[in-house]
């Protein structure tokens, strides 16, 4: 008798169970109208596609609204970084993000700040403008991979809108949709064919699209995404040791003489590797969270900070209270800010000495060399943290280890090239 009553209720249990995550993935899924309207490819503008999805347009133009970040860290205030990281201005000299690094202020303002960029010259390749408007689809098939290397001053004309529903969603279907071709190319290249993928799995696919590193394909300037060794910074920054395709650095430091590497924003990267990708929880499940209102579930449009809505986007995988959730993310990005500040504030020291030591003409070469290795290594670990937009929350174990990595490497690069004045005072 005994068994059979705790037989019931297990099966009760299981049972009450599946109801639940049934009734959870229900309640995921956005809301549409029983019949899907006829948005035509190519109908670009969000209140177009707003007259049908209200209640997802009313959120997407919350994105409109600038202001800071919760934790202080990020937000969509237009803000030069070099302001509060003077060593930008060392670490970049000589190339473009030492005259322009300002914060993102969203994506409909993507396009729009994109031309309003001192990086934007009329020197600029076609490949710049791949993840800043949904009018890449047209230029795609237009002209192929070849617009990449068509002068962006010829482009500009053909952007009439930033990033849209259309970067996202195919039209006829609702569906997700990978507009841009560098990130289904590298996916392939890693054994993943994203036209298989799950529902879920292009919940994150669809951000990482663009959210990642790149480099420009010396000859023909496509956007390639570094993957083939893996996506950590160690693994990336052994795919560019063996200069693919010809490539080896963006640019020469004017004053170390180092070839160095400049990071893109590797949100999918360090996410990929972190507990919140490698337990399955997409960027849309944080980003993107499911709510409620007039009886309906929608999924929300209003891209932005996960501490903005606690509630919707922690809560439902976590049992402590908002403020207990924000303390911990405050604290994790709180850490990453002091490591990423000494290994910047390092790496350009590096930079520096290395120069120094260089002018001063008595340095060996071969010493001068292994410093200028140094500090492109040191460099490319701060740069994969400080380049990343969570402020480390989207790994901590990662991120604080590659800072570490760092200001380690940054040490070394500032021994190597003061060698010779140790040995001397050695002697």
Request: proline residues 6%.
């Amino acid at each position: 008798m005994k068994g059979r009553v705790i037989l019931v209720m297990v099966i009760l249990g299981i049972m009450i169970l599946t109801v639940s995550l049934a009734t959870r993935g229900i309640a995921q899924k956005p809301a549409v109208p029983e019949k899907l309207p006829e948005i035509p490819e190519g109908e670009y503008d969000p209140a177009y596609w707003g007259r049908f999805y209200p209640l997802q347009y009313k959120s997407w133009l919350k994105s409109l609204e600038t202001s800071p970040s919760p934790t202080g860290y990020g937000g969509s205030i237009n803000f030069q970084h070099s302001t509060r990281q003077p060593e930008i201005l060392m670490n970049f000299k000589g190339m473009p993000f030492s005259k322009d690094y300002s914060e993102d202020r969203g994506h409909p303002y993507a396009l729009g700040d994109f031309k309003q960029s001192k990086r934007v010259t009329a020197a600029s390749p076609g490949a710049c403008m791949t993840c800043k408007t949904a009018n890449l689809k047209d230029i795609y098939k237009e002209m192929g991979g070849t617009y990449a290397k068509k002068p962006l001053q010829e482009l500009l004309p053909k952007l009439t809108h930033s990033i849209t529903c259309a970067n996202c969603h195919d039209p006829a279907t609702m569906g997700l949709r990978i507009m841009n071709p560098a990130f289904t190319e590298a996916m392939e290249r890693r054994g993943i064919d994203v036209k298989k993928a799950s529902r879920e799995e292009m919940r994150s696919f669809v951000c990482g699209q663009c959210h990642s590193e790149y480099y420009f394909e010396p000859g023909t300037t496509r956007v390639i995404f570094p993957w083939n060794k893996g996506l950590r910074p160690d693994q990336t920054f052994a795919y560019y040791e063996m200069k693919p395709g010809g490539f080896g650095q963006d640019w020469v430091h004017p004053d170390s003489k180092a070839k160095m590497l400049k990071a893109q924003h590797p949100d999918f990267e360090t996410w990929s590797t972190g507990t919140h990708g490698s337990a399955g929880v997409s960027c849309a499940d944080c980003h993107m969270p499911s709510m409620k209102e007039d009886g309906k579930r929608y999924s929300s449009h209003w891209i932005t900070s996960p501490m903005r809505t606690v509630e919707s986007s922690c809560s439902p995988c976590h049992e402590k209270d908002a403020r207990w959730l924000r303390s911990r993310v405050k604290t994790a990005q709180d850490t990453t800010w002091l490591l990423q500040r000494t290994a910047g504030q390092l790496v350009a020291r590096a930079h520096e000495t290395i120069g120094k030591a260089a002018a001063a003409g008595k340095a060996d070469e071969a010493r001068l060399e292994n410093a200028r290795a140094l500090v492109r290594k040191a460099q490319w670990y701060w740069d994969f943290v400080a380049a990343e937009n969570s402020m480390g929350f989207h790994n901590p174990v990662q991120v604080l280890g590659t800072l570490g990595q760092s200001i380690d490497l940054a040490h070394q690069a500032i021994e190597e090239a003061n060698r010779e004045k140790w040995e001397k005072w050695e002697k």
